[in-house]
């Protein structure tokens, strides 16, 4: 079966083509942050506007990569929420008029349970059940994972998401929009040990987590230690990666000896963090648990992901091609698959 | 040779489709149910002409300006639709749509734009055409550009929201108003079918839309100044 992919639920436009023997044939992802970046956030009006222009161009150039024709896409999986409601309408509505058109299957893919599933794309591919660590700029949960649509929420952001803590104290060291990347750039060449940084709920007895009061102990920093050289940057970077780096790892292994799991996975976007990757590793020898993560690219939203999550949710395909999306919509609530 | 016309930038829904018979045209009030009742209403106004989807020859939408995410639900399924069918599209003004129902011949067109706005343009009759004789804007109500002359008709939602102050703007410019009247599929199809005839259809991925209102969030620095 030859699923095609749709994502467009926030500042990333994503196209793929994931065959269900075959694996992943190709795909495609524009990133808007350049756009927004001048605005110093997602405006998600300019989102939608070219959300539109970009999708048919991103189809065109998955078909010619893998040598597919139309005519060879057997379903059509589009992410139908959470996200921004008129970014989400682009996708949903180019997916359900491309599967009225070719009169095939058209499936609405929650994309948390694309993030979740995205793992399984790379190779070797956890089996189920595993914890997964959902960590991006809009979320960060902890969940056991115990088929598709079997998911049960561990712990979650009291406050910000762990991404957004990273973007917003860049911006507070100057470092732009989105600044987290660069954050954890500078981060590789400072001193983590000159400043210590709260470690936010780290013995909270549960799997929750909070960094808003990260972001205020940076703010602190920043004012204290001002004008910034560009060692003084550096080392706050690095006190602040760490500092949330070794909140994940913990709250990681902590859900992992709560469930008797031993299998841990990584997704979204901060999934590409390097000192979190190495953080993770290094735990994973030390208390024999095996870690799993996308493929880098697939980090941030993609269409691949929604594809591979469409192909395990064929069954819910609808025939009717009236559709809604869902900007607000519980993971819980799925139905097992 | 049927062609298939959509507009979904108001609060209605309306489609059209060339048939032997003529065109075969249908609308309804959805407020915002656009996403829900296009294409099953599609479907059905195909099955009630005897098209099959895979006849179609080309697709209308109307390019705006209108609601923002009316306008791309619209855009999207014109898009997909294209796309899937091979086929090309032509995206038709929705205020030239205004003056094509109207049934006169110099037309103020104007719909709300929210915000205390209205886009507006007038249209004479020019042959089988329209000449756009004041270009497409968003603007304030009391600020709309008056055409010359008198008697010109009145169309759209602008002058049901402001009636009083496009009145007061436009003095004698303005004859008879139509304010009830949306932006109708069976007028984009009118207009189309001669784009389509010179061969002037675009490809799918090149589908444009008219927002008009361009500046929608300030930049960092322009925040910073205000």
Known sequence: MLVLGIESSCDETGIALYHTEAGLLAHRIHTQIAMHSEYGGVVPELASRDHIRRALPLLGACLAEADKALADIDAIAYTQGPGLAGALLVGASVANALGFALQKPVVGVHHLEGHLLSPRLADPKPEFPFVALLVSGGHTQLMAVHGVGQYELLGETVDDAAGEAFDKSAKLLGLGYPGGPALSKLADTGNASRFKLPRPMLHSGDLDFSFSGLKTAVLKLVTEQSPLGDTMRADICAAFQEAIVEVLQKKCLAALKQTGMTRLVIAGGVGANRQLRAALDDAAQRHRYTVFYPPLELCTDNGAMIAYAGAMRLQHAVSGYGYGVKPRWDLASLPAA | ?226
């Open chain 2, 1 to 226: 040779m049927p062609y298939l016309a959509l507009d979904t930038t108001t609060e209605h829904l309306s489609l059209a489709v060339t048939t032997p018979q003529g065109v075969l045209a249908r609308d309804w009030h959805v407020g915002q149910k656009h996403a829900e009742r296009t294409l099953p209403e599609i479907e059905a106004l195909l099955s009630e002409a005897g098209i099959a989807r895979a006849a179609l020859e080309g697709i209308v939408y109307g390019m705006g300006p209108g609601s923002f995410t009316g306008l791309r639900i619209g855009c999207g399924i014109a898009q997909g639709l294209a796309f899937g069918l091979g086929i090309r599209l032509v995206g038709v003004s929705t205020l030239m749509a205004l003056a094509q129902g109207s049934g006169a011949d110099r037309v103020y067109a104007c719909l709300d734009a929210r915000m205390n706005q209205v886009y507006a343009a007038a249209f004479e009759r020019d042959g089988e055409g329209w000449r756009e004789v004041i270009t497409a804007s968003v603007c304030d109500p009391d600020a709309v550009s008056i055409p010359e002359g008198t008697g010109w008709t009145g169309v759209g939602s602008g002058f049901a929201a402001y009636g009083e102050a496009l009145g007061t703007r436009l003095g004698d410019a303005l004859g008879t108003t139509l304010p009830a009247r949306f932006p109708h599929a069976r007028d984009l199809l009118a207009l189309a079918l001669p784009v389509f005839a010179r061969g002037a259809a675009l490809a799918p991925e090149d589908a444009p839309l008219v927002y008009l209102r361009d500046k929608v969030a300030l930049k960092t620095h322009e925040r910073i100044k205000a």
